[in-house]
């Protein structure tokens, strides 16, 4: 589904963010991207969703490289990915349930059917009795679950998220969590970007650490076999130890 | 298909309505914009409807003239006849109307007040007179010119005299001003172009954030464009109406001064407002113009708007 390849990626202002980093992610996968802020892990998912391209390396979803991606198939191209915001992203002159509407409107599904599937998403989420609120009469939570109904309402094959629990306490955190981990178990492939580590030990899932730009650490369930499951294996031991401590 | 097609319709509906709703939240903003558009839009149109009103009112002077053809003072009333005669048997004339010498003197007395210094003169100075009327075909400058030089050849006449230059003054000037006119128009047009375009820019500064949302969840940029046309569309149709109100309240408060100024000259003239026609033009030119400036700020800075 995802697939690095020796991606580098250099901002403007000289920062280099990446410096050669290289993973896979299968189709079907839950993946957490970890490692403290300014690793890395907000570009890897902004070189996904597009909105960044590498300096150098190669980036693959769906077996396409998307360094074939012209601005023109961008719009497109984002309709197959649901992203989740840490600060949702809603906009808040319109209800709730027109802001989970707003990728079924742009990708012009007929009106019946976008109500159908926006009551389904917001009933996936459990609210669905505030499809009429504003999003700033919510709580930090429901808005973020209000994100995550309109990053999944369009059926996306990929959910991808930045810090979806950063600006929430930990029951909630644990909530939303368990959100993705029931779009995962549909089969939907959920990369989340989370510096929480101590809420993704309670997730027997793939993890890809990340530190000062490089990918020091791959652990999880769903690893590759030979040579990279080896090195993983130790790696994953030493992601273990410092997470511990 | 048909059901695409009526998504796509209700989708633009919406936007429509949607678009008209959000600048109603700020309606003051909204109505200066449109106030601002109603008088670039209301200066030129003005302008035209005076320029209009004027050619109606001089355009059968055109038609009007005679060409008064002094005969010879020794042509006598037969041959004055005879003339008068040929020249009812030539086709670019509609009448001739003879008046004698004698006839002539005695309408001068009457009308000039002057009799008693007339009665002073032994002999009558005055000509007899054949006044020719083209008909409407030849009536055109060129007709009138090319008439004068064939009555002017032909025996025993003296002058012919054709008063078309002021006329021909008239027209050069009005013709001046309908470029001037045309002219304002197309600056004062442009203006509203700019005007619009600059509002929409600063809308699309507003909604920044909300546009960056549009594209994260892969809305294009005709997608994110669309309400903003929508945008311009309403500052031209509302600029438009303005205008239209303004010109046709300018009319009212003349249409009585220049109605009196009209009847002093014996005039049944009355000044015109616009049409229905030309109003509906008016409206789909501020329509297309608010559109257009729309287009290309949107275009642009829509364009720019890349979430980060």
Same mark, same amino acid.
């Given at each position: 589904? &995802? ?21 896979? &992610? ?19 998912? #902004?070189? &996904? ?9 190669? %980036? ?20 197959? &990915? ?6 949702? #992203? ?9 802001? %989970? ?28 009795? #505030? ?21 999944? %309402? ?26 993705? #981990? ?64 | ?62 038609? /009007? ?189 003349? /249409? ?53």
């Amino acid at each position: 589904m &995802i697939r690095f390849d020796q991606v580098h990626k250099r901002y403007p202002n000289g920062r280099e963010a990446l410096a050669g980093v290289s993973f896979k &992610i299968d189709s079907g996968e839950l993946a957490f991207l970890t490692g403290h802020s300014g690793a890395g892990k907000s570009s890897i998912l #902004k070189l &996904i969703a597009l909105i960044e391209r590498p300096t150098r390396g190669q %980036v693959f979803i769906n077996n396409q490289n998307t360094a074939s991606i012209k601005p023109r198939g961008i719009p497109q191209f984002r309709r197959l &990915i649901g992203v989740v915001f840490q600060d949702h #992203k809603l906009l808040h002159d319109r209800p709730v349930a027109d802001n %989970v509407a707003l990728p079924l409107i742009i990708a012009g599904v007929p009106k019946r059917e976008i109500d159908k599937r926006v009551r389904a998403a917001l009933d996936q989420v459990g609210l669905l009795s #505030k499809e009429k609120c504003r999003p700033l009469e919510l709580s930090t939570g429901e808005q973020q679950r209000v994100g995550i109904a309109r990053a999944v %309402v369009a059926r996306p094959a990929l959910l991808i998220a930045d810090e979806p629990t950063g600006n929430l306490d930990p029951d909630l955190a644990l909530e939303v969590m368990q959100l993705f #981990k029931r779009f995962n178990e549909v089969g939907v492939t959920v990369v989340i970007a989370t510096h929480d580590v101590h809420l993704i030990d309670r997730f027997a899932a793939r993890r890809i650490v990340l530190d000062d730009g490089r990918v020091t650490a791959q652990t999880g369930p769903l690893l590759q076999t030979g040579a990279a499951a080896a090195s993983s294996a130790v790696a994953s031991s030493a992601a273990a130890t410092s997470a511990a401590s | 298909m048909f059901g695409g097609l009526q998504t796509w319709l209700a989708r633009h509906a919406q936007t429509l309505v949607g678009s008209l709703g959000r600048m109603t939240q700020h309606p003051l903003a909204t109505l200066m914009t449109m106030a601002v558009i109603a008088v670039a839009l209301a200066l030129p149109l003005f302008l035209n409807v005076l320029l209009q009103n004027t050619r109606a009112a001089t355009a059968n002077w055109n038609q /009007a003239f005679d060409l008064s053809v002094y005969l010879d003072k020794k042509t006598g009333s037969g041959r004055t006849e005879e003339l008068a005669k040929q020249l009812r048997a030539r086709p670019d004339v509609a009448a001739v109307r003879v008046i004698m010498a004698d006839q002539a003197l005695a309408d001068f007395r009457d009308a000039s007040g002057f009799g008693k210094a007339l009665d002073a003169l032994t002999d009558n100075p005055l000509p007899n007179t054949l006044v020719v009327t083209p008909t409407l075909v030849a009536s055109s400058p060129e007709g009138t010119g090319a008439l004068k030089t064939s009555i002017a050849a032909m025996p025993d006449v003296e002058t012919v005299q054709l008063d078309t230059e002021w006329v021909q003054r008239l027209n050069a000037m009005l013709d001046i001003l309908r470029r001037v006119v045309w002219l304002t128009g197309g600056l004062l047009d442009l203006s509203v172009v700019l005007i619009v375009g600059n509002t929409i820019r600063l809308d699309i500064l507003n909604r920044r954030a909300e546009i960056e949302v549009m594209k994260l969840v892969g809305a294009t940029d005709g997608f994110a464009r669309r309400p903003f046309l929508y945008s311009g569309v309403w500052y031209g149709l509302g600029g438009g109406l303005g205008a239209l109100i303004v010109v046709a309240i300018a009319v009212a408060v003349l /249409a009585g001064p220049i109605a009196h100024l009209a009847g002093l000259y014996g005039s049944p003239f009355r000044l015109r407002g616009l049409g229905l026609g030309s109003a509906l033009g008016i409206l789909g030119l501020a329509v297309g113009l608010g559109w257009l400036g729309s287009w290309l700020a949107a275009t642009r800075h829509i364009r720019a708007v890349e979430p980060t």
